[in-house]
């Protein structure tokens, strides 16, 4: 099944942990990208890459970290985990590598964050 | 990436069509328009994409205007499952400077009524 899969889907940690939250997909995709959302925000753009070892910020890539170093995975690291930092993240994958219009996103289950 | 604008909030009877529209005054030759939507917390989910001409899919029909500074997504007969908050995006065709950086923007609560 072709499919965007994030790990972990729930986290409870404290303020400066390290923590990575892994994306996956299984569909080829060269295009992937990180979002959070919050009440009353909506869904913002934190990293996003192109291919192997091409990312780019979003709107919001402050106190975020990813790499690429392989096609399928796109983790997020957030390396010292503040209290604002508690939200809804969603990975996304499209293609992206030829000269098309069709590059619908698709969106992992999301993983629900809380720093305390 | 041009910014949209979309109404915060819509209501519509089951069985009805149901007409979501947005603004994007600043779009430029080369973005499209996409409609995502997003039912409670679960990831968002792809609805249907244009450039100039109306589109037609299984799930929605979409409407862009000549000059291409609004749209409208038709859900022909909302059911109740169609509940959502529906994102409408703008996004440069794949060598665009701006193809990779997306902005959602808040959307437009969609729900409907038995």
């Known amino acids: 099944e072709a499919q965007v899969t994030q790990n972990p889907r729930y986290l409870i940690t404290v303020t400066g942990k390290k923590l990575t939250v892994t994306c996956s997909q299984n569909?080829?995709?060269?295009?992937m990208s990180w979002y959070r959302q919050d009440p009353g925000l909506g869904l913002r753009q934190i990293y996003y890459s192109m291919n192997v070892e091409v990312t780019d910020k979003g709107d919001v890539p402050e106190g975020y970290k990813v790499s690429r170093k392989e096609k399928r995975n796109f983790p997020l690291i957030l390396e010292s985990p503040s209290p604002n930092q508690t939200s809804l993240y969603f990975c996304a994958s499209s293609f992206g590598g030829s000269a098309s219009s069709y590059n619908e996103q698709f969106f992992g289950p999301g993983t629900r964050l809380t720093v305390l | 990436d041009a910014k949209t604008t979309q109404p915060p909030s819509m209501d519509c009877a089951e069985g009805r069509a149901a007409n979501l529209p947005c603004n994007h005054s600043t779009i430029s030759g080369n973005e499209y328009v996409y409609w995502y939507r997003q039912i409670h917390s679960q990831g968002p989910q792809y609805i249907i994409h244009?450039?100039?001409n109306n589109e037609t899919n299984e799930m929605a029909s979409l409407i862009i205007t000549e000059d291409r500074k609004s749209s409208t997504l038709i859900l022909p007969h909302a059911t109740l499952r169609d509940t959502a908050v529906y994102y409408c995006i703008v996004r440069a065709a794949l060598g665009g400077t701006s193809y990779g950086k997306l902005t959602f923007g808040q959307g437009t609560i969609l729900t409907v009524h038995p």
């Open positions: 244009g450039l100039k």
């Open positions: 569909m080829n995709h060269e295009y």
